[in-house]
């Protein structure tokens, strides 16, 4: 259970830092921005890679995990940069 | 991995847990340097790298056959980066919610796959549900967001089918409570027999039963609102997988969309639970605005005549242009009256279009500087010097009744107040009222000009004189 306080004090600790660091963006990167965060949210991968599989439904399971988080991994890190590079001052 | 199997499990995971540490920095940096224009593609590429760098790591104890893995990373990478080079940026809006629902389908996996794995404490079981449920939602919630956004899915508010699915949202919320104490309430109870299949089928319909009832116009709100669930599952996969870069990350996001639904339902001046529950309908019977008079429909001839003699130009955009496809020539338009010695800004409303910031978008693809970019509070207080404004496909955002009509359903939301400025010309194709469902009493104003038909039509007309 000590595991568990200690990893919602992370927890906690990270959703401020969040709200502290996304409170003042300028309306311009509000879609890259989401779009970025988007793409962090693909993390799931990490996660989809640490399961166990044994038998048939879990390999299903974890191939289903990965694909999917990896679709939101690459397509999203991708269509940020591609936004991104469109917002040039002139 | 030849080589791992030589080195102990523990130190592969103090490896591991060192390179995590690291790219939880490189996240919170990344995510820092997102939110300013200068550093904003450095950004993505140092939480791209952290990104790399925490899956790449987590390679080194695998216990998956790395055939699957080699197959779903391939395949969901070419997927993904299809999806992401073909888009058009019109369609931005519905491609995020997409990616946003694979992100939660994917934790709706994990924890799935947990709850087959035995000897699952009475809190792992716990976070199981909550994941499996924030995970469903957030997977199917976009999955409506996407039809709807990309125009597929026209169901709303008062279809029977509607019904049955926010009818299975409200089942959803007891039958969590219930999950969740499953195993306590098991040993005084009869065992409901296969209960998490049924909650894994209901939660799918939850998520449509919660998106379903909600509107287009409000999609801005939704689409932030899911993608800060998604983060929040991915934070609780982290707790359930006791990995802290999953938490560290899952809890960046889910700050950051909130942060974003907080500023949209703001710029609406509504409540999120407004959004989401109550929704335009209900308000809308209160009022009694009845401002009819006459409209004032002009040629593009004669607002070209009016857009030459003019020395600041406004414009405003909303989602019409993106539905015409306008960007360009607006842009073209813009850079013709800049030649012309007029000064062009544009006035961007928050929630002007289906997504955060999704003008800026448009705008920038269409090669405008972000600098001409302005936001209500920078151009109202000189609205009155400006000479024309020009509205396109844009609605709500710059209804006066929001300022001055105290029974309008949209009384008190931030508006363009565009009609201080000398002249304003209106681009509509017809004159049907905004998503609100409110009517405009800008229309029949003195200074309003109709400009009607297609805007990129329109505005292609206008260039053209200016070129001739």
Known sequence: ?90 | MEFFTTVSPDTISTIQNFVYIGSSVLFILGIKMLGKEATAVRGNYFSALAMFSAVAITCLSLKIDYKIIVAGFLLGGLIGSIIAIKVKMTAIPEMVALFNGFGGLATFLIAWSQFNVPDNSLFQHALIMLTVYIGGITFSGSLVAYGKLSERLKLGKGSWITNILISFFYLSLPALVYVIFEPSISTVLPAVPSYFLFFLGLTMLAGLGFVTPIGGGDMPVVISLLNSLSGIAAAFAGLLLLNNVLIVAGSLVGASGLILTVIMAKAMNRTIGNVLFVGYASATQATGSVEQGEVKPITADDAYLILENASSVLIVPGYGMAVAQAQHVVRELGELLEENGTEVKYGIHPVAGRMPGHMNVLLAEANVSYDLLAEPDDVNPAMDSIDVAIVIGANDVVNPSATEEEGSPIYGMPIIEVHNAKTVFVLKRSMSSGFAGVQNPLFFRENTRMLFGDAKESIGLVVSEFKD
């Not at chain 1, 004090?9 to 660091?21: K, Q, T």
């Not at chain 1, 409170?23 to 921005?33: E, Y």
């Open chain 1, 1 to 90: 259970m000590e595991m568990y306080i200690l990893l919602g004090f992370v927890l906690l600790l990270s959703i401020f830092l969040g709200l502290e660091l996304i409170a003042k963006v300028p309306s311009t990167l509000h879609t890259p921005l989401m779009s970025g965060a988007n793409a962090i949210s693909g993390i799931a991968l990490v996660g989809a890679l640490m399961l166990s599989a044994e038998g048939d439904t879990q390999n299903l399971l974890a191939f289903g995990a990965i694909l999917f988080a990896s679709i939101n991994v690459f397509g999203g890190y991708l269509v940020t940069n591609r936004m991104l590079s469109m917002f040039k001052k002139k």
